[in-house]
């Protein structure tokens, strides 16, 4: 059931349904841009206890202060076209909507890794409007802001990848 929330939800933003409010659980931001000016398209996602605020941004680099960020980079927009690129992005303040709603991590206690599962994370969902996009000569860029819970600076554990 919470499955087909997210689908009608992003189905109807991406068949142009506007939306003009969020919530304390879904930040939602469309945005139109014009890539006459090659930058890439950054959203940086700011949390409050009662609300989400996505702000967008064309001339600079994410914040390291944001919980999340998405950049896309310049070559993913049309540039021959009179017709803006609309943008959505979507943060989920809670995995609760997506199955499973855990995940599992591995993690340093006392020199040994060991697995923990970790509950309801952060979901960013970005996308343009009525286009498919792939084959991407420049990534896109997604981070997340570790909550101070799960930082850990302790080095002892190290993994090979």
């Not at 286009?131 to 420049?138: A, E, H, P, T």
């Not at 860029?141 to 080095?155: A, C, D, E, Y």
Request: charged share 20%; net charge positive; glycine share 6%.
């Amino acid at each position: 059931m919470n499955f087909r929330f997210v689908k009608i939800l992003e189905e109807y933003i991406e068949k142009g349904g506007e939306v003009s409010q969020g919530t304390s659980n879904i930040g939602v931001h469309i945005n139109d841009v014009n890539h006459a000016f090659n930058k890439p398209f950054t959203a940086t996602i700011d949390t409050t206890k009662d609300g989400i605020n996505v702000n967008t941004t064309t001339n600079s680099k994410p914040s390291r202060e944001a919980d999340a960020s998405i950049t896309i980079p310049e070559s993913v927009f049309t540039k021959n076209s009179s017709e803006n690129d609309s943008v959505y992005v979507i943060y989920y303040r809670s995995g609760k909507l997506f199955q499973p709603n855990f995940a599992a991590t591995e993690v340093c206690i006392e020199g040994f890794t060991k697995r923990k599962t970790v509950k309801s994370t952060p979901v960013l969902a970005g996308s343009i409007r009525n286009r498919k996009v792939y084959n991407l000569s420049d990534p896109v860029k997604i981070r997340f802001r570790l909550p101070p819970g799960q930082v850990n600076f302790n080095t002892n554990c190290l993994q090979a990848l």
